[in-house]
DNA sequence: TAAAACTACTGAAACGTTAAAGTGAATGAA
DNA sequence: TTCATTCACTTTAACGTTTCAGTAGTTTTA
């Protein structure tokens, strides 16, 4: 089948190409008589005509794609998504973008920086970057003219637009939830302390919580690695090597909490009855786990569609400005907790 | 920042932009001396240069750009992953068309049929579609010269590329095990059964394996519903209702096998004390559950490569003969079948 | 030493659109 | 009646590339 472009649908009309467009487009400022409206559509139709987006794209400069990058947790392994943050996220930025008329690029981000490029590449509309851009220039970043959205990034500039949590606040009322349960021995366990990221804010908020409590900070309940299940387990064999001090982890994500639970497990060590676990996200699986994780809940559908949102207006609007939207949170009470001792 | 296309670069390098396209893509036909070459890196270097590939493509009829199609199980339903089967999938093709220059335009889809056009659209190279296609028309799909690859789909057409696994093979084992754990009045619980989709391929390698056994087919023992976590929930209670005849079910994917954990725990059922389950699929979460599944493996980064691989071939190729990729299948002992009786 | 072949380029056309400017006819206003 | 305006289009150029067909100049061949 040869591809039929928009001449094709013109001579069979007996009109321009240029009409074609104009009807095919509803372009405002002209007027298409209806008669003429009606043999363009149909010539369309009978020919099968669908418009080639990357020829309008180049000619209008507009191309309704938006840039998804999202991060490759570890280079060398394959799976994007061993976060499954990452992919309940994706799931909504797809369907709202597609909602809008958009299409999504997707591309996967390792500890290089070529993906800049796939934005200037394409002519993508806008670009929406999830977690701490590994990339290691953001001046690159400034310089494409797309309105780009950073998604749980703490990279303070006014080129961009933002979208977050109250990261530090919701580590604290984590921790504080675990101190008023009666634990006074806390572990800290979360992905690597990247600067920018939202791993560094949590910690901030739970030694904001120790600290308005009284308890002193004990490096040795701080465990730092990978966001995957596997650092779980490994966690909970790391905590047996150090000696069992905690009564309780507040832990920054839910894979790694999974990933915990099983390491316990196989220690066993019961969850909750000798550690309780506050946990950080609320993914789908956090409900699954059992014991099934309390945890600090984020709207997650909500940020995916907060960020197409803000690609949008700013595609619509034009304006520059930076927005920065910052989603709440609460705390989903579920049962990997247990009260420790009377006197709480 | 000003776009700077390859006629800045001509310039820039005094040289046609036709020598700077030769350059870049070391077109084989084509002799540039070394001097000539340099100086055009160069200029491109200075002047940050990166080609639009929108334009390329009109060009070229390339566009490095892989159509991937992916179910949104409920129409209303945002989130795609609700199996993470997508996700793991999503994520190995991501990988491997970026390590072979190319990008993804994703896309989901619901049940309607208007993202045949995303690829004659944006001119995609090719086009992976996961799982049955809901779209209306196979015709229009056809239509397409992009190679296409089928996965997970029963369609049998000459005109698509397939990858699947032995889905009848792969639930008769997994029936047959437990009839050889001592079972015999065995659950089928599943998504729908729609034509060419693989539930109705494993519902015949349930049935297979009862035969074989002398076992008759109850209809009270099937299930059949959506592909969720929600509802495995729904069907623990459903069995409930239906009397709890089955000791045991072959869940035909593991997100439903965790709904059903849930729903039984609701319900103080045990598993697998008082219901084994074999599921399949041996995703990431199959191993996270308590207990953990007794499930098929399927090697889903291998068909996400698979299915890369395939489009590459046809690219590269040019030919147009249909190819068939079985990936192998094996069963995964872990935690949720119990041995009954002393007879087996 | 003329013809052939090679080297290192360049110019023009094409890919499929849209945007801007232009055009001729009909209508309206002064 | 004449000029301006509106209507319903069309022509031309441009978007940023690649591809094809040259074209001088140099080298090889016979």
């Known amino acids: 089948m040869k591809r039929v472009s928009i001449k094709d649908v013109a ?82 930025i797809e369907y709202h973008a597609r909602q809008n008329g958009y299409h999504l690029l997707l591309s996967g981000t390792q500890e290089d920086q070529d993906y800049v490029n796939i934005a200037r590449n394409r002519g993508v509309d806008g670009i929406i970057i999830v977690g701490t851009y590994p990339g290691r220039n953001l001046e690159a970043l400034k310089a494409i003219d797309a309105p780009i959205v950073l998604v749980d990034s703490y990279v303070k500039d006014t080129s961009f637009h933002t979208i977050g949590i109250e990261d530090r606040e919701g580590a604290r009322i984590a921790t504080e939830y675990l101190i008023r349960m009666g634990h006074r021995d806390i572990a800290f366990i979360s992905g690597s302390l990247r600067e920018h990221g939202v791993n560094s804010k949590r910690y901030q908020g739970y030694c904001d919580a120790l600290q308005a409590a009284g308890i002193p900070l004990d490096e040795q309940a701080i465990y730092s690695g990978t966001v995957d299940y596997e650092y779980g387990i490994e966690a909970a064999y790391e905590y047996m090597r150090r000696g069992q001090k905690q009564t309780a982890a507040f832990v920054t994500a839910d894979v790694i909490s999974m990933g915990l639970i099983k390491g316990a497990l196989e220690q066993n060590l019961r969850i909750p009855e000798d550690v309780s676990i506050v946990s ?65």
């Open 280 to 344: 950080f996200d609320d993914v789908y699986l956090a409900q699954m786990s059992y014991p099934s994780l309390t945890t600090i809940h984020q709207n997650i559908p909500e940020k995916g569609a907060m960020a197409v949102q803000l690609i949008l207006d700013a595609v619509q609007s034009g304006r520059k400005e930076h927005t920065e939207c910052i989603l709440p949170l609460r705390l989903i009470e579920r049962d990997s907790v247990k009260r420790r001792g009377g006197d709480a």
């Open 11 to 92: 001579r069979e009309a007996g009109v321009s190409a240029t009409t074609v467009s104009y009807v095919l487009n509803r372009t405002p400022s002209e007027t298409i008589s209806s008669e003429t409206t009606q043999r363009v559509l149909e010539a369309a139709r009978k020919l099968n005509y669908v418009p080639n987006l990357n020829a309008r794209s180049l000619s209008s400069r507009k191309s309704n794609l938006i840039g998804v990058l999202i991060p490759q947790t570890e280079p060398g392994k394959e799976l994007m998504f061993s976060n499954p943050f990452y992919g309940e996220l994706l799931s909504s």
